[in-house]
Nanobody, 117 residues
Framework: EVQPVESGGGLVQPGGSLRLSCDAS????????LSWVRQAPGKGLEWLAS????????YNTDVVKGRFTISRDSAKNTVDLQLTDLKTEDTGVYFC??????????YGQGTQVTVSS
């Protein structure tokens, strides 16, 4: 069974940017709800953003504060998360998830984002 695969993480300085990508695999981005969630060291999963089959986007505004943008590319069947103005507290493993804010499920290994000077 092929699972979604995340990529694009890395080490970045505070204030920097990264673009994360999720190959949604057997889930069709145009007809599924996909989300990005993250797990900071020693903490549980935290929902960040979702994009619905309609194209509607939803954000955890308390966390994202306008800094992250979710998007999809139906031709490539990918969902991306653009991260800007990164802060040290954004450090963690970022996962692509199937489902929305209250019903998501992660499958992959995630991609590590480390924000440090």
């Amino acid at each position: 069974e092929v699972q979604p695969v995340e990529s694009g993480g890395g080490l970045v300085q505070p204030g920097g940017s990264l673009r994360l990508s999720c190959d949604a695999s057997r889930f069709t981005v145009g007809s599924s709800t996909l989300s990005w969630v993250r797990q900071a060291p020693g903490k549980g999963l935290e929902w960040l953003a979702s994009i619905y089959s309609s194209g509607t986007k939803q954000y955890n505004t308390d966390v994202v504060k306008g800094r992250f943008t979710i998007s999809r590319d139906s031709a490539k069947n990918t969902v991306d998360l653009q991260l800007t103005d990164l802060k040290t507290e954004d450090t963690g493993v970022y996962f692509c998830a199937i489902g929305g804010v209250s019903s998501y499920k992660t499958y992959g290994q995630g991609t590590q984002v480390t924000v440090s000077s």
